[in-house]
């Protein structure tokens, strides 16, 4: 039992990394757009997202430094003030995503306009990240963020023909889609994957929970647990997709319309049960990118931080995060459709991410805080491997972005 | 401590470097690719299309609500939020084509008739959501709404076709 | 001064010959308790003849991976050195009319320049 909570936080990081708001849609549209074409990408995010995240967390563990802090200390002041203002716009830019979730999830179980949802949904956050022990507050989401199995569900209940949809995964660009387009998704699919703020969450929540060297095996299994799991619902998303929309010619434009492959599949229950994993995934992704905005600009100014400190012991950290979420309700007010927030959140990640993988991938090779627990050779070749991919997706992502116009 | 010899150059350094760089402006290259130039009465056409597809989207979202509501597959409120998407995304993509300036008149003419098929579109996404309204739980649906959310697909399907001829015949041009 | 006066600072020969930008400060905790920390005392200064990007630590040890970030970093940073801070001659004000425009350092004729290596 106490082993199966140790991975909950793995598990609430990769349901709020992999399943928040924007991924939920992003893998529907690329679903409904691309079938199961692109379905490789997420494979490719989950081992880049493992990679980044175990080095990130066995920093944390043995040097008991959290990313931040590190790259403040790695890149200076000026650099890492630099990186600080693009980490932070692309989390809170995330957060305003996570929020607008919510408020769509809501929607989905109330009927109720999203836009009244909005100042509800941020209070709701904002009490929990005031009162809740970390603890219960990674078990609760993490457990209620299970509930999203209900898309792989879905995908057997459908009784698709295994075989064609097996044949879709081979990487091509439909026909009535260009290539353009086709990467421009595959971009935003590795940014979903891998979001910054998953790894200032992770490393941060390392620390949170006071992770020492002999931890490891708990990061590692969390690691090795959470981002698959997250990846295989990735994928089952864009497979009900593929198997219900696609042929009915319909372009996901809107979080209602990832209820209706799982109705036909399951019925009433299963939509329920779609629901509560909706809200409590956006929940938790809206948790978790409030904390990293507190922590990433608490650990560059070296304010004292965590929710392991009482509030008043950690009030700029607090500040912080009630900035972050009145800013993401200013921005909600405005009517701008949270999907295509998200769906920007992500691409913008993809850019932003080289930041912070960097320095954790140079920290993790230095004996001075790491003692003989330095990556090992087949680790740096596939930490170098991805590097590139990063950086040449960070580099593709705006000129995609302008030529597609944003994946129209 | 000591003073420093200076340490000869890095061979591997420099391919590695070479290798970065060229990495880099490959990845320029290809992403810049797709952002050539399109003719503007195309690009106009090419939008309505798009707009079409997604008056059609929002048809085909109503018509799969519809039927799982009135096989007791999806809450009614669920159904509800689903339609009034539908039925934003089908008044929008009339409120785009409605609004498109066009740069000639034979492009006008396609974007009227394409005007006419996505307002055809919106009507029954309504009724939909009407009918969502107004009928008890497992109802069947009534075939008069299913007709005419078909009328409306084909409407949009036709039209979305003649869009796209207009507009390969102006690239042939 | 503050370390941001220094950090970034093209730094001069007597005879005004640049040798390099200040990357980094070293300072060393030697002086009497101040809360818990004993008080911090500069050092020196680490100085890159090429560039003034940061080093990202590499010069604290002699560690070569990541290959090939630490390579690539090594090169553009080669003949990065120490110079002790008693070596400093002097740190003009901004509106010095000698070095008008941006910081700079001016070394001491005959300073020495060490290997930036921490050694334990």
Redesign the interface.
Known sequence: MKRLLAVALGILTAIGGFLDAGDLVTNAVVGSRFGMSLAWVVGAGVIGICVFAHMSGKVAAVSGRATFEIIRERLGPRAAGLNLAASLAVTVLTLVAEVGGIALALQLASSVDHRLWVPVAALAVWLVLWRVKFEIMENVTGLLGLALVGFAVAVFLLGPDWGELAAQLAPQVPVEEDAGTYWYYAIALFGAAMTPYEVFFFSSGGVEEGWTAKDLATSRLNVLVGFPLGGLLSVSIAACAALVLMPAGIQVDAMSQLTLPVAQAGGTLLVAVIIVGIVAATFGAALETALSTGYSLSQYLGWSWGKFRRPAQAARFHLAMILALVVAVAVLATNVDPIAVTEYSVVFSAVALPLTYLPILVVANDPEYMGDQVNGRAMNAVATVYLVIIVVAAVAAIPLMIATEAGG | MRPVPSRPRSATARRALTAATACAALAALTACGPAAGRAESTDALLSVTDQLDAAGSAVATARLAVEARADGHLPAVTADAAISDAVETASGAVHAIGTLVVPDSATDQVRRAALDASEIAVGPVASARTWLGTSAADAAAPPDLLDALDDASTAVERAHAAVQQAASERAAR | MIA?DL??ARVLEADGQAVGWV??LRLVLDGTTDGILARPRLHGLVVSPRTR??F???E??D?R????????L??WH??T??VHWPDVARVPEPDDADHPGPAVVVLRPGY?????TL?R
């Open positions: 941001s950090l970034d990357v980094d990007t940061s990202l630590g590499f604290r040890s560690v991976s990541p290959w090939p970030i630490a390579p690539l090594r090169r080669r003949g050195f120490l020495l320049r060490y290997d930036a050694h």
